[in-house]
């Protein structure tokens, strides 16, 4: 292995993934304003932070690839030192990751009704927050990367805990949504294609956590673990942007959610005078539990329902 593979070789591979997913984040920004979805403030604003996060990490991060490879092409010596981009890494990701969770345990809440469960989502989301904070602070003061792994216990605690509630949030979601199944085809479509973006949300981002807490502390002279770090921020906006977006498919997918060859064979016990009207009220019932999820899983403005409606599901 050359002298610089494990150095700015492995971060040059994490700032071109990173700037691979800012491209899907911008797709998926242009998109979410072309649809004009009918958010609240809020959400369009949350959208609009997490853009401009991602837009001045990944420009700072190409910016640092030009400093170490180009401007300081003849100085070896610069590798010593981490530009500023490197250590405002774990604060973008900790900013990220913070405004994705609250988010999605606003999800958890809405479905559930259990205003417990968004509790604990907050009361883990935010000491990993600060944990992330205090990483990003004490990386820049320290500067030098011989020096960083006298932070390695910060380190450990701060992915750990991002870790931690990532996990907490995609095995509850899926609880949630499991539960919901109703047994009727179409409808549980819709169902396992939302518990399919609840796995989503933790699983890739859980999974560049871990290898980068696991390449810090075992290989912390090296940048192994920017190859890891970079990219956490993009994911975790690239998992909310997508659970946005993923509304107009599902919600046409509701449009056809009566399935008349499978509810008929699960209501071959009805009386025959009566099994019509009895497949259209739960026919109803099932469209609007499943219409529910969809509808909260999200944000209560995203679908064309009035306000009775909204109250009745």
């Given at each position: 292995?050359?002298?610089?593979?494990?150095?700015?070789?492995?971060?040059?591979?994490?700032?071109?993934?990173?700037?691979?997913?800012?491209?899907?984040?911008?797709?998926?920004?242009?998109?979410?304003?072309?649809?004009?979805?009918?958010?609240?403030?809020?959400?369009?604003?949350?959208?609009?932070?997490?853009?401009?996060?991602?837009?001045?990490?990944?420009?700072?991060?190409?910016?640092?690839?030009?400093?170490?490879?180009?401007?300081?092409?003849?100085?070896?010596?610069?590798?010593?030192?981490?530009?500023?981009?490197?250590?405002?890494?774990?604060?973008?990701?900790?900013?990220?990751?913070?405004v994705?969770q609250?988010?999605?345990?606003?999800?958890?809440?809405?479905?559930?009704?259990?205003?417990f469960?968004?509790?604990?989502?907050?009361?883990?989301?935010?000491?990993?927050?600060?944990?992330?904070m205090?990483?990003?602070?004490k990386?820049?003061?320290?500067k030098?990367?011989?020096?960083?792994?006298?932070?390695?216990?910060?380190?450990?605690?701060?992915?750990?805990?991002?870790?931690?509630?990532?996990?907490?949030?995609?095995?509850?979601?899926?609880?949630?949504?499991?539960?919901s199944?109703?047994?009727?085809?179409?409808t549980?479509?819709?169902?396992?294609?939302?518990?399919?973006?609840?796995?989503?949300?933790?699983?890739?981002?859980?999974?560049?956590?871990?290898?980068?807490?696991?390449?810090?502390?075992?290989?912390?002279?090296?940048?192994?673990?920017?190859?890891?770090?970079?990219?956490?921020?993009?994911?975790?906006?690239?998992?909310?942007?997508?659970?946005?977006?993923?509304?107009?498919?599902?919600?046409?997918?509701?449009?056809?959610?009566?399935?008349?060859?499978?509810?008929?064979s699960?209501?071959?016990?009805?009386?025959?005078?009566?099994?019509?009207?009895t497949?259209?009220?739960?026919?109803?019932?099932?469209?609007?539990q499943?219409?529910?999820?969809?509808?909260?899983?999200?944000?209560?403005?995203?679908?064309?329902?009035?306000?009775?409606?909204?109250?009745?599901?």
């Amino acid at each position: 292995m050359g002298l610089y593979d494990t150095t700015i070789g492995t971060l040059l591979v994490g700032i071109f993934f990173n700037t691979y997913l800012y491209g899907l984040v911008t797709y998926q920004f242009a998109a979410y304003y072309r649809t004009k979805f009918n958010d609240r403030l809020a959400t369009k604003c949350m959208v609009l932070f997490l853009f401009i996060l991602d837009t001045f990490h990944s420009v700072s991060a190409i910016y640092m690839a030009w400093t170490y490879t180009v401007t300081n092409y003849d100085n070896p010596a610069a590798l010593a030192v981490a530009e500023w981009p490197y250590t405002f890494t774990p604060i973008g990701t900790a900013l990220a990751a913070l405004v994705t969770q609250l988010f999605l345990g606003y999800r958890i809440w809405c479905l559930s009704e259990n205003k417990f469960l968004y509790a604990v989502v907050i009361v883990m989301a935010l000491p990993s927050f600060a944990l992330g904070m205090a990483c990003g602070i004490k990386a820049w003061i320290i500067k030098v990367l011989s020096e960083l792994p006298s932070i390695t216990p910060l380190v450990i605690a701060w992915l750990a805990m991002q870790v931690a509630v990532d996990t907490f949030i995609t095995v509850t979601l899926t609880i949630i949504l499991m539960r919901s199944k109703t047994g009727f085809r179409k409808t549980d479509t819709v169902v396992n294609r939302l518990i399919r973006g609840a796995i989503q949300t933790g699983l890739f981002a859980g999974i560049f956590s871990l290898g980068d807490l696991i390449t810090f502390t075992a290989l912390p002279t090296t940048n192994l673990y920017g190859m890891f770090a970079i990219p956490i921020g993009r994911i975790y906006t690239n998992t909310l942007l997508d659970t946005l977006l993923t509304r107009q498919e599902l919600k046409s997918q509701m449009a056809g959610t009566y399935d008349r060859k499978t509810m008929s064979s699960h209501l071959d016990w009805a009386p025959s005078d009566q099994s019509q009207n009895t497949t259209t009220i739960q026919s109803r019932n099932i469209q609007l539990q499943v219409r529910k999820s969809i509808h909260e899983m999200t944000d209560r403005s995203s679908f064309d329902v009035d306000g009775k409606t909204a109250l009745a599901i």
